[in-house]
């Protein structure tokens, strides 16, 4: 594997999304280079894993552009780009036909900023209506005229329109027309403009449905058996899909993408109930489940990689999917269940065994675990909890 010759550029914050997805790289042979974005990512644990081959540090996404050409413009061989923050997602597609005269990089069919427009969540419920996937009823509230349809079902849940928007502290649950519209015109003093009102699904568990989209498509389908925060979380630790209607679904979503000519990463959320599968959201990126690989053994970042660069005969023998009854957990995410008594210490032990992949903890590469271990209990310290 030492002779490839396109690099692969991964880029995004300083995020475990980035590390597990460095570290997918690189069990596998490939020393990524790396674009970390933001605040403190100059001495943020990301950069500490010894897989990358260099990685550089720039102040906002709007300078990821200039960097990756100034950067990687004298290369024989086009270099692989994957973003793995919205930002980074969005503003690449958004530049694509500068890009990709000197880059290999994900597109729906080739076309400039056609990714970006789909991450808008309206988008979304359109482009769900038009496959016929079901998906909570939604609507977009211009936050310097608060209305709300009449139609608008009870309790709901109000959400940045486009991730890359806001934060994920304030998707927030609300029961009543009178409690919405208070939180809207909170939202408008922190310095929003519009947000997303959805009718909240009573499901019975969330799915996340995460992988890569090309030739040869690869992907892990797993059951969420806790979030963190409980409502609008991340997954703090999950098991794989055992639901045969699930993998149906997922296995529809997927052709749908490939009939859009989408090549790329993806994270796809899903709302199951007895009734029915819903759609929750499309992440056009890399997820922040990327450390999943490094368990279930199905990189599906590195055959993504494989397939653009027309090298599909070296991931002949990777596997594509996961049969083996597999469980993951994001640590730092999850102890806080045990902080705030929702579970038992004795229960995450437990679970904490069970679990064949780490959001940090990864025994061949330590230095960044140890370094955000650190950071965090530091952070509880002084928080005084979680």
């Not at 950069?47 to 004298?74: G, H, M």
């Not at 992988?211 to 098991?239: A, E, M, Q, T």
């Not at 899909?241 to 899903?270: A, P, T, V």
């Not at 999943?292 to 970042?301: C, I, K, P, R, T």
Request: glycine share 6%.
């Amino acid at each position: 594997m030492g002779d490839l010759k396109n690099k692969v550029i991964l880029i995004g914050g300083n995020h475990h999304n980035g590390l597990g997805l460095a570290r997918s790289f690189g069990v596998n042979g490939i020393k990524p280079y790396g674009i970390i974005v933001g605040e403190g990512a100059e001495h943020g644990f990301v950069r500490k894993s010894k897989y990358w081959a260099k990685t550089w540090v720039i102040k906002s996404d709007d300078e990821i552009v200039e960097f990756l050409l100034n950067a990687f413009q004298n290369e024989k061989e086009k270099p692989v780009a994957i973003p793995y923050s919205d930002g980074a997602a969005e503003e690449i597609d958004l530049n694509l036909d500068r890009l990709k005269e000197h880059f290999l990089l994900p597109s729906i069919g080739g076309q400039q900023g056609k990714i970006a427009e789909l991450m808008d969540k309206q988008k979304q419920v359109e482009f769900a209506q038009t496959y016929g996937i079901p998906m909570a009823k939604s609507c977009v509230v211009d936050l310097n005229d608060i209305r709300l349809p009449e139609d608008m079902i009870y309790p709901c849940i109000v959400k940045p329109v486009v991730s890359a928007e806001g934060e994920k502290s304030d998707i927030r649950k609300c029961d009543t027309e009178t409690q919405t519209v208070v939180y809207l015109q909170e939202l408008r003093k922190k310095g929003y403009h519009r947000f997303l009102v959805q009718e909240f699904i009573n499901f019975e568990y969330e799915v996340s449905f995460i992988g890569s989209c090309s030739k040869v498509p690869s992907y892990l389908i797993n059951r969420k058996v806790r979030v963190w925060p409980d409502i609008g979380g991340s997954n703090s630790f999950v098991h794989i899909n055992r639901n045969k209607e699930i993998e149906s679904f997922c296995q529809r979503i997927l052709k749908i993408l490939e009939k859009l000519h989408y090549y790329g990463m993806f994270d796809i959320e899903l709302l199951y109930s007895k009734d029915d599968i819903y759609l929750n959201e499309i992440n056009w990126r890399n997820s922040g489940n990327s450390f999943f690989s490094l368990g279930a053994d199905v990189y599906y970042a590195v055959i993504w990689y494989y397939v653009i660069i027309n090298s599909e005969n070296s991931c002949d023998s990777m596997n594509r999917t996961c049969d083996n009854d597999f469980y993951a957990m994001d640590e730092s995410l999850d102890l806080r269940h045990v902080v705030c008594g929702n579970i038992t210490l004795k229960q995450w032990f437990r679970d904490k065994k069970k679990s064949k992949a780490f959001a940090l903890w990864y025994s061949k590469d330590l230095r960044p675990t140890v370094a955000q271990y650190f950071y965090l209990l530091k952070e509880l310290i002084k928080r005084h909890g979680v």
